[in-house]
């Protein structure tokens, strides 16, 4: 899985701050250092209606107890600024799904914790409470240091419902995380992807990302049971296929023209 092509470009995502790009590995957003910060965002807003994102991830360190802070996926109607909340700005517009390893605070429930904050444009993240006043789904999940692959699969119909599942027990075993009915997502929206380290830190990388349109009308129900998704769906790092396919025509076309040759050699004898 190619992250980047020979001049260490994505054609659909970019990054930045500490973020560090180990080709055929993964995209490191932070080393296991302190104060660092690294995002990874996508260059062009999600323009279809309804939609599941799907990403791997991997948060591991050398601490036995202490790590941190974690890492957050948002859909916001900004993109590719650093800030304090999980190294993306304040005050941000949109969806954010915090994946939070150290408690600032504490709380009737474990960490990680995974939670949700919708953000209007001017609300403060509640730094000090872990998020406590913005909370509006959240769920504990030991995700860090697995030895099965962690992986967010996000399903969001608009005006509807969004649903967080996370598979980290188990092979293809999904863990539903929480379902925010009726959650409005800012129609021009960027993915992005970012981590922070304070005094305490991680390793905090991705693996893959991939996105999908689901073309089905959601079920009355807040369970998703069988959705089609649309041929024109897109594996964003997913790019060994087209390459497969380029190398394909590549090699139609390297025959063709030998057979040319050949034909305008046999030709000339005559
Ligand atoms: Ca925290």
Redesign the pocket.
């Known amino acids: 899985m190619p992250y980047i092509d020979q001049d260490f470009q994505s054609r659909w995502f970019d990054f930045g701050a500490d973020t560090v790009i180990n080709t055929n590995k993964h995209v490191r957003l932070t080393y296991d250092r302190p104060s660092q910060t690294g995002w990874l965002w996508s260059r062009l807003p999600i323009t279809s209606t309804n939609w599941q994102v799907e990403f791997e991830f991997n948060i591991d360190g050398q601490h036995p107890t202490l790590h941190?802070?974690?890492m957050a996926v948002w859909f916001t109607s900004e993109r590719a600024k650093v800030g304090p909340v999980f190294g993306f700005i304040d005050k941000f517009e949109g969806l954010g799904i915090f994946i939070?390893t150290?408690?600032?605070a504490r709380h009737p429930h474990s960490f990680p914790y995974v939670m949700a904050m919708v953000g209007d444009g001017t609300t403060e993240y509640d730094h000090d409470n872990?998020g406590k006043k913005n909370e509006v789904a959240g769920c504990e999940a030991d995700i860090r240091s697995k030895q099965v692959a962690t992986k967010a699969r996000i399903t969001y119909y608009k005006n509807t419902y969004l649903e967080v599942k996370l598979q980290y027990k188990a092979w293809d075993q999904w863990e539903p995380c929480f379902t925010i009915p009726n959650v409005t997502i800012p129609s021009v929206a960027y993915l992005g992807f970012t981590a922070l380290t304070g005094e305490v830190s991680d390793n905090h990388d991705i693996i893959s990302v991939t996105t999908n349109n689901i073309v089905s009308v959601p079920p009355r129900s807040y369970k998703p049971s069988i959705r089609q998704q649309d041929p024109s769906s897109s594996s964003w790092f997913g790019l060994l296929f087209i390459l497969k396919l380029i190398a394909t025509f590549a090699f139609l076309s390297v025959l063709v023209l030998v057979y040319r040759m050949y034909k305008n050699q046999s030709n000339k004898r005559f």
């Open positions: 941190g802070d974690g939070d150290y408690a600032n872990d």
